[in-house]
């Protein structure tokens, strides 16, 4: 791979509105990036994998970086807010403490405190950290575009391999994320070299698993839910047994590919052990409270 030291691009804007952005973006078209933290962008550009005409630098649109409650007590994650202070938020380990367990997952420290939660879905390679922690939480996307708002889930929102269903005149503006009923119990667990992880969300009802809902990443072309495995635990009582069934079925859901990382059929077998482990994690935090 060659590098170039200083991506080229023809025009620089630096926003102070969504509406600013929208428009900039109507009018620059495919030719155009929205930059946010850069560490994915800046990389790609550098190496010459994308080369915009125009880079729309979001980081001064204001008020893009919160985090908090809103309304109906969702979590609103905003387009500017990092990974960091994503993991720092009281309201997030209190209410979503899976997203505290999945961002202090990602990167290092200097990375966290650049990259945002937006960013990372905005191009979601399959091992998409966020996403995969997202899916189970069934958060929502909201975007701005020429055409207005609109909110769409997480898992139409990931249209493709590094691609979401996102048109070329929108951004991102925030991710919605509902709260936890009593009874939750969530997991987020990790293999870092191949890059596979999984996350669960568990609902215990009077001993019984009333909801279950399982990710996986960088065993698909993108992230991935896996219904056959959560079908086999809702309504039943988890044990040990039916921990590694669903370990199991949640293998044969998956259908990764084979690099110089890792073959294919490692990666399938990661993905059962890790789905064991998230779900006894998150079954365990049921009792917890
Ligand atoms: C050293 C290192 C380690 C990493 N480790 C991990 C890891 O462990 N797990 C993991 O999942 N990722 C990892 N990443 C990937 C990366 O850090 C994340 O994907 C990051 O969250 C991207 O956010 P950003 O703000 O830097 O995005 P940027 O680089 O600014 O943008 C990324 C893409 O999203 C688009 N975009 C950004 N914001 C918006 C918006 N609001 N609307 C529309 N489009 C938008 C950009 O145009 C660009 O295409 C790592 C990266 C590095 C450099």
């Not at 990382?261 to 077998?269: K, L, S």
């Given at each position: 791979m060659s590098y170039t030291v200083n991506p080229v691009f023809e025009h620089y804007y630096q926003p102070k509105s969504v509406e600013e952005t929208v428009a900039l973006l109507a009018q620059c078209g495919k030719e155009a990036r929205v930059l946010a933290g850069g560490t994915v962008l800046i990389n790609q550009m550098r190496s010459g994998a994308v080369a915009p005409r125009h880079v729309i630098n979001i980081s001064r649109v204001a008020g893009l970086d919160e985090v908090r409650v809103a309304e109906e007590g969702e979590l609103a994650i905003g387009a500017l807010a990092t990974l960091a202070k994503v993991a720092r938020s009281s309201a997030v380990r209190k209410g979503w403490?899976?997203?505290?367990?999945?961002?202090?997952?990602?990167?290092?420290?200097?990375?966290?405190?650049?990259?945002t939660v937006v960013g990372n879905l905005c191009r979601p390679v399959p091992s998409?950290?966020?996403?995969?922690?997202?899916l189970v939480l069934e958060a929502s996307v909201l975007m701005s575009g020429a055409k207005g708002r609109r909110?769409?889930?997480?898992?139409?929102?990931?249209?493709?391999?590094?691609?979401?269903?996102?048109?070329d005149s929108e951004m991102v503006t925030e991710v919605r994320v509902p709260?936890?009923?009593?009874g939750a119990g969530t997991a987020f667990v990790k293999l870092h070299a191949p890059k596979v992880n999984a996350a669960a969300f568990l609902l215990n009802s009077g001993g019984g698993c009333s909801e279950a809902r399982i990710a996986l990443g960088?065993?698909?072309?993108?992230?991935?839910?896996?219904?056959?495995?959560?079908?086999?635990?809702?309504?039943?009582?988890?044990?040990?047994?039916?921990?590694?069934?669903?370990?199991?079925?949640?293998?044969?859901?998956?259908?990764?590919?084979?690099?110089?990382?890792?073959?294919?059929?490692?990666?399938?077998?990661?993905?059962?052990?890790?789905?064991?482990?998230?779900?006894e994690a998150a079954w365990n935090r049921t009792k917890r409270q």
């Open positions: 403490p899976l997203l505290h367990e999945t961002m202090l997952e990602i990167g290092v420290v200097q990375q966290r405190n650049l990259a998409a950290d966020t996403a995969v922690a997202l909110r769409v889930t997480m898992s139409d929102f990931l249209a493709g391999p590094r691609r979401t269903m996102m048109a709260p936890a009923p009593a960088g065993v698909a072309q993108t992230p991935i839910r896996v219904p056959k495995a959560e079908a086999l635990l809702r309504g039943a009582k988890l044990d040990a047994q039916l921990i590694d069934e669903a370990g199991i079925a949640a293998q044969g859901e998956t259908s990764p590919a084979s690099d110089l990382r890792a073959g294919a059929e490692y990666r399938r077998e990661m993905s059962r052990v890790l789905v064991a482990r998230a779900l």
